[in-house]
């Protein structure tokens, strides 16, 4: 079962077949990191992580962030030994095998998906806050705004329709094969720090140091399951840093890898910590982030019922934790409305972008685990006109907007991370084994001390999962269990591993590639 390992040399030879013009630099990779992590994490989960931590916030992003970099050293190795399709998918095929294998390829489907979810019910919340109550003066009905009140949203919620719209317009630009330039693409990144650094701006000095008494609340372990406290709200706050392993994908494209990749994948996590660091003590100071605690003195799940009903009452109307539109309301709440709103159409306009990159890596796994015969390859059928895979495309958005219409965006994250935490324990020994096995393949970038660095990735995202709420960890064996219900009934049989059929299929992507958002199409020379 463990012995189908895909040949790395093929791998390789295929990749440098491949070879692309070397031309970014460090700065640019920072860029691209920062925009691809910047996003629903800081402009939504706020009010999630206070309500989990209250001011122990700041501390949660340093605990996630501390992770995400030795996790980022593991990433910028392997990838530069293979800068292929795939990601964490690709890596574990060509060192452990193809039922791990497809073990991380099913939970990336799971963390994109969800992901996408996610930030669909985000972008929701400015939607409706900021676009259709302060500016048009339309107030979109409860039931239309919000999930289920048994899923955790707000009292009287059915459905969240603007998150479904969203979530299916951009599914239906992905099929079409929508691209975005790189220029607008370094204008969304201009837009989204220039909004909150006129957040962290206004907001620090209006913040006063009671607003952080208690640092913790909720303590530092809230407890097995509970997802509370600083180390559970780290678990959920992880949400905001996913996006940066996108940088490691560049190392093909990169001046002097060695140097650059590294500064760009911890440089884009350091800035990025120290930003929501700040811009979460921006929002405690100057509002107050305290949590809404239960009668047995542990806060009321993010999401859940009982908090919802706590946030219909008058005396918390003005919560942090209350609100779907953190960022935005807090500007509002300290008198700023009109930069308020401002941030809330930043967020309105950059969220989109986000969703779409997240569909593309749903489908972009499914692709080529279609094309290795482990998923039906009729999913990976490519449209003759518009040159994507439109099925794969198709039932992947509805799904996602299905569950963006009716779940909460805190309970989403957490489902998401429970994906993304198990590819990157992958991703870290995919690397240990790599440089026990092959000690002396060409690498364009060594993890410094990877003897410490793996085992910290390791133990840093086991820490995490085991501290999400309960829900959120069980959903990760389920989802696995299905999987491999679908592997042992279909997969192993179809393996073109399996079947003889060895030759790699990725000297031939670039014909049929979907467009990536702000990438060129990789060349052919």
């Not at 026990?436 to 410094?448: E, H, Q, T, V």
């Amino acid at each position: 079962m463990f012995g189908r390992v895909k040949p790395l040399d093929a791998i390789i030879a295929t990749a440098e077949k491949k070879s692309l013009h070397r031309s970014l630099g460090a700065f640019q990779l920072m860029l691209f990191g920062i925009g691809c992590v910047i996003g629903t994490g800081i402009f939504v989960l706020t009010s999630a992580g206070a309500q989990k931590a209250g001011p122990g916030l700041l501390l949660a992003f340093a605990i996630a962030g501390g992770i995400c970099i030795v996790a980022a050293l593991c990433y910028a190795e392997i990838a530069a030994i293979v800068p292929v399709a795939g990601s964490a998918y690709t890596y574990t095929y060509a060192t452990m095998g193809e039922f791990l294998a497809w073990t991380v390829g099913w939970s990336l489907v799971l963390e994109y998906a969800v992901a996408a979810s996610a930030v669909s019910v985000g972008w929701s919340g400015y939607f409706s806050g900021t676009i259709l109550n302060e500016f048009l003066g339309i107030h979109l009905p409860a039931w239309l705004s919000a999930g289920p009140l048994a899923l955790g949203g707000a009292p009287g919620g059915l459905i969240n329709l603007p998150a479904l719209l969203i979530a299916l317009l951009v599914t239906w630009l992905l099929m079409v094969g929508t691209r975005e330039s790189a220029w607008f693409n370094a204008a969304l990144v201009a837009i989204k720090v220039t909004a909150l650094t006129a957040f962290v701006v206004l907001t620090l000095p209006k913040a006063e140091l009671v607003r952080f008494n208690p640092f913790l609340p909720a303590g530092v372990f809230g407890g097995f399951g509970t997802g509370v406290g600083a180390v559970g709200a780290a678990a959920t706050m992880f949400f905001a840093y996913v996006g940066f392993d996108a940088v490691s994908t560049a190392a093909e494209e990169t001046k002097n890898p060695q140097r650059n990749v590294p500064i760009g994948l911890v440089g884009s996590l350091v800035f990025c910590t120290i930003f929501y660091i700040l811009v979460s003590a921006g929002a405690i100071g100057s509002i107050g982030g305290q949590p809404i605690m239960g009668p047995n003195g542990i806060p009321f799940p993010a999401g859940s019922e009982e908090l919802a009903r706590q946030c219909a009452l008058p005396e918390y109307s003005e919560y942090l934790v209350c609100s779907n539109e953190a960022l935005a309301h807090v500007l509002r709440v300290i008198g700023f409305g009109t930069v308020g709103n401002m941030l809330g159409i930043a967020a309105f306009v950059a969220l989109p972008s986000v969703i779409l990159i997240l569909l593309f890596g749903q489908t972009r796994i499914f692709f080529v685990m279609a094309r290795d015969g482990l998923l039906p390859e009729k999913l990976a059928q490519v449209h003759p006109k518009w040159k994507t895979p439109y099925v794969v495309t198709a039932i992947t958005g509805v799904v996602v907007a299905v569950a963006a219409a009716f779940l909460p965006v805190g309970r989403l994250a957490d489902i998401s991370n429970a994906g993304t935490l198990y590819a990157f324990t992958m991703v870290a020994v995919s690397a240990m084994i790599l440089r026990r096995r092959m000690p002396d393949l060409p690498r364009k970038f060594r993890a410094p001390a990877l003897w410490l660095v793996g085992p910290a990735t390791i133990v840093g995202c086991v820490f995490l999962f085991v501290n999400l709420p309960l829900p959120a960890m069980l959903v990760l064996p389920v989802w696995g269990l299905a999987g491999m219900l679908v592997y042992f009934g279909y997969a192993r049989s179809h393996s073109h591993v399996g079947l003889g059929k060895v030759e790699v299929h990725e000297a031939d992507y670039a014909d049929i590639e979907p467009d990536i958002p702000g990438i060129a199409d990789r060349g052919r020379d």
